[in-house]
């Protein structure tokens, strides 16, 4: 009975350990997350009045002044970009079809006779489309039947886009289109190849005239240009002839249409903001 009694009070005494042992350690983890929980709340209430010490000063107010300059450069055309159009109507596809080809095809080869190169010529556009009509019934009745939509062919179209780079030669190509088939001339447009060398030259001027603005402007204000801090572009090309599409039919027998190319114009704006002191 003794050695029972024993026993227990053995089991009794490692119970008590035990849970001694539990409660040290979770005082322990306790302990620690309440000074790490501190020690964070007072490194964010540092950080946040030093972030306090600078609201307002993260952008530095400077003295500025903005001046604005135009460039322009005015050249004759050296390429003239203009479109040739087969319109033509048939019963069936096929036969639209044919006649179109056969008129593009002596068109292309019109332009190539005349010195026009492969990469200058581009189709812009082919369509075909039914075409139908209201018809009423051949009877004589009355109330007359409602009319009944009718197929009676179809349209083709096909866009020929040509780069005439000999000006010399618009007037003379344009008869020749339209004597090898072409039913519509139009979009002719005139512009310059190499347009980034004139644009460079237009934003050269642009950039002189703001900066001998600016100057003008320092002196006059008492002030001091210190560097440039802001720049923008903007700039246009103006093209003096653009012709909308149009239903042409020219001879042989009849004069070559004269073409003038004028000139055009390459506008470059700039504004240039300065640092002053």
Partial sequence: MSIIINILNMENINACHYKSKVIFILGIVLVAFFISLTLSTMVGIDNKVKEGKYIGQDVEIKNSITISGTGEIYSKPDLA???FSVRNEAKTVSLAMTENTEKMNSIISTMKSKGVEDKDLKTTNFSVQPRYEWQRAQIEVWPQPDK???LIGYEINQSLQVKIRDLNKIGEIIQRATDAGASQVGNLQFTIDDYDELKNQAREEAI???KE???ELADQLGVKLVRI???SEGGSVSRYYDYGMQE????????MPEIATGENKIAVSVSITYEIN
Wanted: overall charge positive.
């Fill in 208 to 210: 002189k005239e703001a």
């Fill in 213 to 215: 603005k600016a100057e």
């Fill in 229 to 231: 801090i802001g720049f």
């Fill in 248 to 255: 042409m039919s020219v001879s042989m027998d009849q004069a």
């Fill in 81 to 83: 970009v203009i479109v």
């Fill in 148 to 150: 009944k939509r009718v």
